[in-house]
């Protein structure tokens, strides 16, 4: 999906052995297969005691602990997602970021477990076949994925946390993730962003200009969103996104919460 080159708008053809070819550069691939019980852990809703009510204490507490949310934040190349989510993180240090995996090489800076998980497509192409992710799609020519046990880990500990990914990626996702919150970053205007993309300058001739293409493409999918904000002034549009984390919350706790994280149970290759 959560820049680079693996599906957050415009990203898109399978890895070997993945089957499916949709349009040049806006490959996708399939969510996982069908569901099964979830394992221990991860059912909804607080954990039933026994019928005499003799488990209490700190199972019992556990029980009724409040689950995490599932922001997803998605948007064009070059819109500046990740200077935004660091302000976002400045302002909101108890938000959580999700590491998603990747393909791509690490850009200077980059630090692998902190910005992506990097791996190679050997290693991708196994993880997708053992259903390892939440949602996975090809981005820019590169894969890009979301570890489901990452999100579930984090939700059951009460944790919010934020994705940011692809518009293919937020796809697989709406199905699948009861009561998450998509937020779609958008730019002041199409010469801003192309400006953006040419001055972060990562990519040049046929790399920018695929990013390009995808990018007016991802912008076709705002309105599939609940909330758009425009990153004309970083610390503005970080700060709107958290009054809108912030106010979702307020008005669905603690139903929601107490519901649990609303993910579909986990599934196995074969299942």
Sequence with gaps: MSESSPPPGLEGSPPPGLDGSPPPGLEGSPPPGPESSPPPGLESGPRPG????????????????PRGRLIVISGPSGVGKDTVLKELFRLAPQLRYSVSYTTRAPRPGE???VDYSFVDDATFERMAQ??????????HGQWKGTSAARVRASLERGEDIVLKIDVQGAAQLR?????????????PSLDELRRRLEDRATESGEGLELRWSNAQSELAEQDRYDFQVVNRDVHQAAREILGIIESRTAETEPETRRRGHGMEPETRAGA
């Excluded at 005499?52 to 009724?64: D, F, Q």
């Excluded at 993730?177 to 958008?186: T, W």
């Design 175 to 187: 199905p699948r993730v009861r009561d998450a919150l998509f937020i779609f970053l958008l730019p």
């Design 130 to 139: 053992r259903d390892e992710f939440l949602e996975h799609a090809r981005v």
């Design 50 to 65: 026994s019928e005499t009510g003799a488990r209490r204490g700190p199972e019992r507490r556990r029980a009724s602990a």
């Design 111 to 113: 630090v692998d477990g």
